[in-house]
């Protein structure tokens, strides 16, 4: 048996590349792809507690995790394409992303 | 194989609205595209109904789909405040969107979908119920804040919102993870007991951290504020106009149920947290506010500062007793807020114009000689925005400070004092440009605008003068909850 | 044990490996690739945790759906050439390393944490755990309010998709699209 930690401090590993790459990378797509990595780390901590407490519980919250994954996908590459038809751009530069 | 204590009744209200926007999606679709006022009218009777309703049976103390939702005073109350932005809002949208050439039947519905999250967001007994709601009010948010598409700042600002809602939100869900994984729960009431018994680890702590960046990022506090100004500016007014009010209730109403219930006996460990964001808030949002020229940008800043005050309201939270008083002081002030903001809004509605020029403060020049009615009521607001009587606004920020007080918080109402006299300059420079200043500008008074205005000035002066009725239903209400 | 372990260590090697991959290729196209990696390595991360359930939905809809999502896109707005992949803003790479170092220490603490590392109970090997069946039945009794308002959430999104991307017919063309269709 892998102890659950070790899932764990995988988790936190993965989850802190996703937050380098929205923090570091200027392309709306790449920083929302680091985003969904971002989530699926949560994903993987879900099911590393679930079977340590020998729950489904956790597993359950994977598949919730998972549908607003989707949900927010469609809406962001919609908002992406929209943007980029009028722009020609998904440089977050070109949009002033992080202007105080 | 029974749902124990389904109570599909109890969640009428919500059931209703649900079912009026899938039904309203429906309708639309034989609606010609030159009459899509009449969806905005039904979404405003599937409001107006869902309003009444709620508001027929306050003082329900129920539990509804094996406890995941709440169905009390605290839930019922914002629900009146989640439905009457949505009211105003709506009846704003009527001629705004016609005005500004972005009419599509679409945006009620969503508009509908976004409250029903919000409500739910307000009975959430559950950390993944939480989650869910907060995805629920923002997908539509992010799709109405680039509703419109013929501006591309409409766009750049839906984007940058929804990057970084997401961005918050990935936050959200890892400290879902790790306080799951601390406490083997994620009911507020199973996680009670388990806090209870253990005290805080490293991992709830830092669960609890991560999950506070979610929503205080909905709520746009400082330091996750960034978002907020361009946002507010670059969303259509209507929109901005109920997100600012919406989103900001419905996420505290998530903190306040969380902190007050969940993680009470932790109160020690979440306060001074919640002091930083109280003190940063209003110290950066008045401050920054006041070198803006743009009204909406002033407003945005506002709206954060104001998120502060709302946050002094929720330290006292945590000392027992006052929790019940905390909660009322929160409720208060976000319906206190609510309407004058949306108020406020309005007003800026009337004077902006569709080719984006009116929305400097300079704009609002002699705005009391062309509309005398519009600047008392600007006026109105941008009293109760500052707190000075005979406004709601006053009424609110003195029922926070002295929950503050009651806490033993006496340097944080210091702090919030302070911060009100800088907003004063900036607010009351509106007051002063509108009546002593002359200029000429157009304004555009539709009857429903004039409606809008009319009614949130009067509620925002009436409950100044008289708060007693409203205070003791919201006490009433909240009695005993947390 | 050890085998599981060397298992364990080679996944996790490339998991990380992969996620590194995305973040620093220049090439969007490669990013979602190796994001796919990273997904797929995630899911038997799942297989090995009494998952099977869940890692079937993560190869369908997060590998196999989202990702596909993504580099349709991406092909579709040609945005594979990144101009400056790695430019970054001047405030945001102290508070990159700070979140990160956090993050990090965060990790080596719980590796070392008392509560959690003793081995759990083996429970990923009884026949039921994790089965579509006993996933279903939990969610449809207990967390039956969730799994009905995501359905209201997909619905919102489906709708604001259309909104987003729909070309208006009353008007005829959007900016946009009517450049699209004449190139």
């Given at each position: 048996?892998?102890p659950t930690?070790y ?6 590993i993965?989850?802190s590349?996703?937050?380098i790459g929205v ?5 709306a797509i790449?920083?929302?792809m680091s985003?969904?990595l971002?989530l699926n780390?949560a994903n993987?901590?879900?099911v590393?507690?679930a079977?340590e407490?020998?729950?489904l519980d956790g597993?359950?919250m994977?598949?919730f995790?998972?549908t607003?994954?989707?949900?927010e996908?469609?809406?962001g590459?919609?908002?992406?394409v929209?943007?980029f038809?009028?722009k020609?751009s ?10 105080g | ?7 599909l009744v109890g969640?009428?209200p919500?059931?209703f ?5 899938c039904?309203?999606?429906?309708v639309?679709?034989w ?5 899509k006022h009449?969806?905005?009218?039904m ?5 107006a109904?869902t309003f009444?309703w ?6 329900q103390?129920?539990e ?5 939702l709440a ?9 009146l ?7 105003l809002?709506?009846?704003?949208a009527l001629?705004?969107?016609?005005q500004?050439d ?6 009620y519905p969503?508009?509908l979908?976004?409250?029903?999250g919000?409500m739910?967001?307000?009975?959430a007994k559950d950390?993944?119920?939480?989650f869910l709601a907060?995805?629920?009010?923002s997908?539509?948010?992010y799709?109405?804040?680039g ?10 600002s839906?984007?940058?919102?929804f ?7 990935a936050f959200?869900?890892y400290?879902?993870?790790l306080i799951?994984?601390?406490?083997q729960?994620?009911?507020f009431?199973?996680?009670?007991d388990?806090?209870a ?5 490293p991992?709830?702590l ?10 205080a990022?909905?709520v ?6 960034m978002w907020t100004p361009d946002v507010?500016?670059g969303?259509?007014s209507v929109?901005?106009?109920?997100m600012?009010?919406g ?5 505290f109403?998530a903190?306040?149920?969380i902190?007050?219930?969940a993680f009470h006996?932790l ?7 919640i ?7 209003t110290?950066?949002?008045?401050v ?6 743009s009204?909406?940008r ?6 954060i ?13 945590g000392y027992?007793a006052l929790s019940?008083?905390a909660?009322?002081a929160?409720?208060?002030y976000?319906?206190?807020y ?6 406020a809004?309005?007003?800026v509605i ?15 020049a002699g705005?009391?000689r062309?509309s005398?009615?519009?600047?008392a009521?600007m ?5 109760s925005?500052?707190g ?8 609110a ?7 503050a ?7 944080l109402?210091?702090v919030g004092?302070?911060t009100v ?22 304004v ?6 004039n ?7 009067a ?6 003068l ?9 006490e009433s209400s909240v009695?005993?909850?947390? | 044990?050890t085998?599981?372990l ?5 996944l996790a ?12 290729s ?9 994001l ?9 991360f799942?297989?090995l ?5 869940i890692?079937?939905v993560?190869?369908?809809?997060y590998?196999?759906a ?9 092909m579709?707005l040609g ?8 430019q970054?803003?001047?405030w945001q790479?102290p ?23 003793s ?8 026949v039921s ?5 006993a ?6 009794r207990e967390?039956?309010f969730?799994?009905e308002a995501?359905s ?9 998709v259309?909104?987003?991307t729909?070309v208006d017919a009353?008007?005829g ?11």
């Amino acid at each position: 048996m892998i102890p659950t930690t070790y899932y764990l401090a995988l988790s936190a590993i993965l989850f802190s590349i996703g937050v380098i790459g929205v923090l570091v990378r200027r392309n709306a797509i790449v920083i929302f792809m680091s985003i969904e990595l971002m989530l699926n780390s949560a994903n993987l901590a879900f099911v590393a507690f679930a079977r340590e407490f020998g729950t489904l519980d956790g597993q359950l919250m994977v598949f919730f995790v998972m549908t607003v994954a989707a949900a927010e996908v469609a809406v962001g590459l919609a908002l992406i394409v929209a943007i980029f038809r009028s722009k020609a751009s998904i440089d977050v530069d070109a949009v002033n992303l992080l202007k105080g | 194989m029974t749902i124990s204590n389904l109570n599909l009744v109890g969640t009428l209200p919500l059931l209703f609205l649900s079912a009026w926007a899938c039904g309203l999606l429906l309708v639309d679709l034989w609606i010609p595209g030159d009459r899509k006022h009449m969806t905005g009218w039904m979404a405003l009777s599937g409001f107006a109904i869902t309003f009444f309703w709620v508001s027929s049976n306050l003082g329900q103390r129920e539990e509804a789909f094996g406890g995941m939702l709440a169905i009390d005073g605290f839930s019922n109350l914002l629900h009146l405040v989640f439905l009457g932005s949505g009211i105003l809002a709506t009846l704003l949208a009527l001629n705004y969107l016609k005005q500004h050439d972005i009419e599509r039947g679409e945006f009620y519905p969503l508009m509908l979908f976004s409250v029903v999250g919000m409500m739910i967001m307000s009975m959430a007994k559950d950390l993944i119920v939480v989650f869910l709601a907060l995805e629920m009010l923002s997908i539509p948010l992010y799709v109405l804040v680039g509703f419109a598409r013929t501006r591309a700042d409409s766009e750049e600002s839906a984007l940058k919102y929804f990057l970084l809602g997401a961005f918050s939100s990935a936050f959200q869900v890892y400290g879902i993870a790790l306080i799951y994984g601390a406490t083997q729960a994620t009911g507020f009431a199973a996680i009670g007991d388990a806090v209870a018994i253990s005290g805080a680890s490293p991992l709830l702590l830092a669960g609890i951290g991560l999950m506070l960046v979610g929503l205080a990022f909905k709520v746009s506090a400082v330091p996750l504020h960034m978002w907020t100004p361009d946002v507010y500016q670059g969303a259509p007014s209507v929109v901005t106009g109920f997100m600012s009010v919406g989103a900001k209730a419905a996420g505290f109403a998530a903190i306040v149920r969380i902190f007050f219930s969940a993680f009470h006996s932790l109160a020690a460990d979440w306060a001074p947290v919640i002091v930083l964001f109280a003190v940063l808030s209003t110290v950066i949002g008045n401050v920054a506010a006041i070198s803006q020229t743009s009204i909406k940008r002033m407003l945005a800043f506002s709206s954060i500062a104001h998120a502060g005050y709302v946050f002094v309201a929720i330290v006292p939270g945590g000392y027992g007793a006052l929790s019940d008083f905390a909660a009322s002081a929160v409720i208060f002030y976000l319906a206190a807020y609510g309407l004058t903001n949306i108020g406020a809004w309005s007003v800026v509605i009337a004077v902006d114009h569709a080719d984006g020029m009116g929305s400097d403060i300079s704009n609002y020049a002699g705005l009391a000689r062309r509309s005398p009615g519009l600047a008392a009521a600007m006026t109105l607001f941008m009293l109760s925005l500052t707190g000075l009587p005979p406004t709601m606004g006053f009424v609110a920020k003195f029922y926070v400070f002295r929950a503050a007080l009651a806490a033993g918080y006496t340097w944080l109402v210091v702090v919030g004092v302070v911060t009100v006299l800088i907003s004063a300059y900036y607010y009351l420079r509106v007051i002063v440009v509108m009546w002593m200043n002359s200029g000429d500008g157009q304004v555009v008074t539709p009857r429903a605008l004039n409606f809008t205005v009319g009614v949130t000035a009067a509620a925002t002066l009436v409950l100044g003068l008289l708060p007693g009725p409203l205070m003791a239903i919201v006490e009433s209400s909240v009695r005993g909850l947390f | 044990m050890t085998a599981e372990l060397i298992i364990f260590v080679l996944l996790a090697v490339i998991a990380v490996a992969a996620a590194l991959g995305m973040l620093l290729s220049s090439n969007a196209i490669y990013s979602a690739l190796f994001l796919v990696v990273n997904f797929g390595v995630v899911a038997t991360f799942y297989l090995l945790l009494g998952a099977p359930f869940i890692a079937m939905v993560q190869v369908t809809v997060y590998a196999g759906a989202i990702m596909v999502l993504f580099l349709f896109v991406i092909m579709l707005l040609g945005a594979e050439r990144l101009r400056h992949p790695n430019q970054v803003l001047s405030w945001q790479q102290p508070l990159a390393v700070v979140l990160v170092m956090a993050l990090l220490g965060f990790a080596g603490y719980v590796v070392s944490m008392q509560g959690l590392a003793s081995p759990p109970v083996d429970v990923a090997n009884t026949v039921s755990y994790g089965s579509p069946a006993a996933i279903g039945e939990l969610l449809f009794r207990e967390y039956l309010f969730p799994f009905e308002a995501t359905s209201l959430l997909l619905l919102s999104a489906m709708v604001g998709v259309v909104v987003l991307t729909a070309v208006d017919a009353r008007r005829g063309v959007s900016r946009g699209v009517s450049r699209d269709r004449r190139s």
